[in-house]
């Protein structure tokens, strides 16, 4: 069974995602990884979940993501940002359902493990502004805000952050899987909504526009073949107005880059 791991900071008394899992799971599948000095705070005000304590001094998110990694390596988990909305496209209109059930969760867990079951590794829901289409999966693309990997993830083939505060830790975890030959999986029916960026709590804590900009620019150095840098204003959000850069990448062209052979995607299982 799927554990849902989510890492939040300063946002005790707004967990939206907490609070958008249906409470049959939060006693035996839910945990919340949380910052020393929060601890105390947030099993008082959570007693129905589990929460973990990371390691005294352990300050950001690429750096608790790693040690996610290693505390539930071999198991199924998936790890998502604290400010999340479930939601569900319905096939007869093609929009979002205005409602999304405890059935509708279900639904999506059953589908996530049956991905892992067919032997993908790493996967994620689609977000909010993603155009509905009728394929209920993505193959080797984009995944942020939300990702689940299967207890056969290479754990430590992987390096999971180079500076405890790396923005953009999940493209770069997402790119080396996908260069080492493990595509990954997005489930286009099941999605999330996501805050605005540098929404109030979590990474917004530390992280500024320039030390943003920064990690863009780290993933085109580093995956130069499949990653283009450029510049826009943002249009939104506490950054609304500023010279932002962003990327474009090409997820498939990474796992293909890993395909000496000429193999296809379905030649992986």
């Not at 020393?36 to 001094?57: A, I, R, T």
């Not at 639904?107 to 394929?135: A, Q």
Request: one cysteine or more.
């Amino acid at each position: 069974m799927i554990e849902f791991i989510i890492p939040t900071l300063a946002r005790i008394d707004k967990q939206i995602t907490l609070k958008n899992i249906p409470e049959k799971y939060h006693a035996d599948y839910v945990t919340l990884v949380v910052q020393e000095q929060e601890y105390d705070e947030v099993v008082s005000k959570y007693p129905n979940v589990n929460v973990w304590k990371l390691p005294p001094g352990t300050n950001g998110l690429a750096i608790t993501r790693a040690l996610i990694a290693e505390k539930w390596k071999g198991k199924r988990y998936f790890c998502a940002d604290d400010d999340l909305k479930f939601l569900r496209i319905d096939l007869e209109t093609m929009k979002e359902k205005k409602v999304y059930s405890d059935d509708d969760f279900d639904d999506m867990v059953r589908e996530i493990e049956e991905k892992m079951d067919e032997g993908y590794i790493h996967g994620g829901l689609s977000v909010h502004n993603t155009p509905p289409t009728d394929e209920r999966f993505n193959f080797c693309s984009r995944i942020w805000t939300n990702v689940w990997y299967s207890e056969k993830c290479p754990v430590d083939d992987i390096t999971w952050y180079v500076d405890n505060k790396q923005c953009a830790q999940d493209f770069f975890v997402n790119l080396q899987l996908l260069t080492k030959g493990y595509p990954n999986v997005c489930h286009n029916h099941f999605r999330v909504r996501t805050s605005a960026t540098n929404a109030k709590g979590g990474v917004e804590v530390y992280r500024t526009i320039e030390w943003h900009n920064k990690w863009q620019q780290f993933l085109g150095e580093t995956f130069p073949d499949f990653v283009e840098v450029y510049e826009k204003v943002q249009a939104s959000g506490p950054w609304a107005g500023l010279p932002k850069k962003a990327v474009r990448i090409k997820w498939k062209k990474a796992y293909e880059s890993s395909q000496r052979n000429e193999t296809s995607l379905e030649d992986f299982f």
